[in-house]
């Protein structure tokens, strides 16, 4: 069965820092690119950072470049969503995905809220 778990989401201040964690089971993980994505309030979902199986290539939305850092541990089936400098903007639920070819899987979730 697969599952991704999303942890570390939360209610922090403006300037603030979060580090979300996806915990993946089910598949190989090692095989699949790995991405976050949010969604705010109203709004699409929209991709935040992507990580290539290895590890090797990353990529951002614009918005996100210089303050989130993606990062993936292979051997703990785990990636992570370094998030600094936080704005009103940012917040929004938070969801890890999982893609290889025409396979996808999505975790449920977990919310971020900026606010002083």
């Known amino acids: 069965q697969v599952q991704l778990v999303e942890s570390g989401g939360g209610l922090v201040q403006p300037g603030g820092s979060l580090r979300l964690s996806c915990a993946a089971s089910?598949?190989?993980?090692?095989?699949?690119?790995m991405s976050w994505y949010r969604q705010a309030p109203g709004k699409e979902r929209e991709l935040v950072a992507a990580?290539?199986?290895?590890?090797?290539?990353?990529n951002y939305a614009n918005s996100m470049k210089g303050r989130f850092t993606i990062s993936r541990d292979n051997a703990k089936n785990r990636v992570y969503l370094q998030m600094n400098s936080l704005k009103p903007e940012d917040t929004a639920v938070y969801y890890c995905?999982?893609?290889?070819?025409?396979?996808?899987?999505w975790g449920q979730g977990t919310q971020v809220t900026v606010s002083s």
């Open positions: 089910g598949f190989t993980f090692s095989s699949y690119t």
């Open positions: 995905n999982a893609q290889m070819y025409f396979y996808a899987y």
């Open positions: 990580i290539t199986s290895t590890g090797g290539s990353t």
